[in-house]
């Protein structure tokens, strides 16, 4: 198994991603590693700096020493400045700019999964000092737990605008074809009943009434509330008598189904990693 498995590279000030790595493997436990780092990277200002400005992070093996996995950081951090300036990293304004810069990561991961050691000037030796002079701090991930981060109101925005749903499944998308089904069927049924409520002088209005409220409610249930899902079941039942008891239930179970599938929805990171 590689002993580099992901790199990323992020402005300090504001977690804002400069490059990363492509994945090559799709492992379970590896995403929930770089979701936890990219999680870290948005609270890396609250944090002592180093002079810098740039954050070098990775996910690696357990079996790498702590000494060689600082040499690639190093390693890193000398192949990054050589290729980019401060103006050009103060200066960007978007996730992902120097994306590019991948194809030395690939090379300097290669380096150390093929012989494990540093690649460029930097030595074990002077790493190693360096890490009794200076100890790295270590980061519990309750200390940049999200749901302790909203200390202002710009955070808890920051967090809003930086999830969302996860992708429709297969069963969802069954239920919303289901739910068009319904929601067509309740409204036809509620224009035709229109016509003969004219002419039998409004005694079928509240018929006419639960089958628009249903057809509302059928096309609304997209949000996450039971308040659609119980109009949706007592518009039903006061229509038992224009519906038989099989066309009650499949309306029911399409609008319980549904409501079920909206519920267990999560939400997840906005995917504004460009594949990386």
């Not at 180093?50 to 060689?68: D, E, F, I, Q």
């Amino acid at each position: 198994m590689p002993l580099i498995l992901f790199a990323f590279v992020v402005r300090l000030r504001d977690g804002l991603p400069l490059s990363a790595s492509t994945d090559f493997e799709h492992f379970r436990e590896l995403q929930e590693r770089k979701q936890q780092l990219r999680t870290i990277s948005k609270t890396l200002a609250r944090f002592p700096e180093r002079g810098t400005g740039v954050s070098y992070m990775t996910v690696c093996h357990c079996s790498l020493p702590v000494a060689k996995a600082f040499c690639f950081l190093e390693d890193l951090r000398w192949e990054f400045t050589t290729c980019f300036n401060s103006t050009a990293v103060s200066l960007a304004d978007r996730p992902y700019p120097f994306l590019e810069f991948d194809s030395t990561i690939q090379k300097l991961k290669q380096q150390y999964n093929q012989s494990g050691g540093p690649a460029l000037e930097v030595t074990l030796a002077e790493v190693q000092g360096d890490l009794i002079i200076h100890p790295p701090q270590e980061i519990n991930l309750e200390e940049v737990d999200l749901t302790n981060g909203t200390a202002n109101g710009q955070w808890s925005k920051a967090l809003h605008q930086n999830v969302r749903l996860e992708p429709v499944t297969a069963p969802g998308i069954l239920s919303l074809v289901l739910n068009i089904v319904c929601a067509s069927l309740n409204i036809i049924r509620g224009v035709h009943l229109i016509e003969y409520t004219f002419q039998d002088d409004y005694e079928g209005i509240w018929n006419v009434v639960a089958f628009l409220m249903a057809f509302v409610c059928c096309v609304c249930q997209k949000h996450k509330s039971f308040a659609l899902l119980s109009v949706i079941v007592l518009c039903n039942v006061y229509l038992l008598g224009l519906r038989n008891p099989w066309q009650l239930l499949f309306h029911i179970s399409v609008a319980c189904i549904s409501t079920l599938l909206i519920l267990r929805r999560k939400l997840i990171d906005r995917s504004n990693d460009c594949g990386v």
